[in-house]
């Protein structure tokens, strides 16, 4: 039977712990090779676009995708599991919520691998949206913080971000005026915005910090600038090929020959050790974050699990054959 899970039942069971575990898991088995993750894809629709993205992780059984339409109506998500030896569809999640809560705890598990260690440490967040959000939650629970700071161009959603955050995470913190002031002694810098143009230069970047860029999942917009990822010493992905074609922050670098691809690891590497990432306190690490099917699967199959433990969702009739039935 397949299981269909709404947004509001999803929202019963994810919370930011079980992501962040369960993203860890599945980025330390993409780098032992255990993992098959495919890039995005997209059909365009004149005022849209069609999104699909696959993956596939054989050793806990399981293969799936998402897929949603954004255009001018809004955008809506869906991610679908299926047995991977052919028990048929297992779930149907509506994920708008997921996305947000997976893409937040994908910046965590970098931070938590490539940021240096700090005791009432300082993160600063361009953007005040809400993905930005959860970035900021995600990194509150790997890392020792002792203030935050945001900007926003909007005084009035900076400072409305500032204060319910504030109170949801019980850390200080306090609107900007501009970059500059945002990152100034910041250990950790968090960029999730929609720009087309770079929000974060080089002459902002100071050393020893770590980025988490997770905005920029299209060729037409930028976070940074070319200055400012040409500083970083360690530069990793969620999925390079998936960044070749989508990730403007290090597509421009590496056609005005200022980074090499070679250069730049898949984060799964570095969780499971094949990668040393950081290895002195001064140098500069960067994460972009592209968002992938993997992180997707991960996440919904654990929703799944627990959502048939709790009796939560809607079973479906249908949703696979015997073998020989054909």
């Known amino acids: 039977m397949t299981l269909y899970l709404t947004e509001a ?23 032992r090779g255990e993992v098959i993750n495919h890039p995005r894809s997209r059909i ?17 059984g399981i293969v799936g995708s998402k897929s949603y339409v954004g255009g001018s109506g809004g955008i809506a998500f869906q991610v679908l599991i299926y047995g991977a030896s052919g028990e048929g569809l297992l779930g149907i999640l509506d994920a708008n919520l997921m996305g947000q809560v997976r893409t937040g705890a994908a910046s965590g598990i970098a931070t938590r691998y490539m940021a240096r260690w700090c005791e009432n440490g300082k993160v600063a967040v361009i953007g005040s949206g809400y993905q930005a959000r959860t970035q900021l939650e995600a990194v509150t629970k790997v890392r020792e913080l002792g203030t935050a700071s ?52 080089g002459d902002s970047v100071k050393e020893g910090v770590h980025i988490n860029a997770a905005g920029a999942n299209g060729w037409q ?32 670098p590496a056609d ?44 919904g199959k654990r929703v799944l699990d627990l959502a048939r433990e709790r009796g939560i969702g809607t079973e479906l009739s249908g949703g696979g054959m015997e073998a020989g039935s054909i």
């Open 221 to 252: 917009r930028r976070e940074l600038d070319t200055r400012a990822v040409a500083k970083c010493d360690v530069i990793a992905t969620d999925d390079i090929e998936q960044a070749k074609i989508e990730c403007a922050d290090l597509m421009a």
């Open 150 to 201: 945001v900007y926003s161009r909007s005084a009035g959603n900076r400072e409305a971000f500032a204060k319910s955050m504030t109170e949801e995470l019980e850390l200080q913190v306090t609107p900007a005026a501009s970059v500059d002031e945002c990152v100034d002694g910041a250990d950790i810098i968090i960029v999730m915005t929609n720009s087309r143009e770079p929000v974060l230069l």
């Open 256 to 299: 005005a020959g200022r980074i090499r691809w070679e250069q730049v690891v898949n984060l799964g590497e570095i969780v499971a050790g094949l990668h040393p990432g950081r290895t002195e306190e001064s140098q500069i690490t960067l994460f972009e974050s592209q968002g992938v099917a993997m992180e997707d699967i991960a996440v």
């Open 44 to 60: 365009a629709l004149g005022s849209g676009s069609y999104n699909l993205m696959a993956a596939g992780w054989p050793a806990k």
């Open 9 to 31: 039942e999803v929202g019963e069971i994810l919370t930011m712990d079980l992501a962040l575990e369960a993203v860890d898991e599945v980025f330390e088995a993409r780098g």
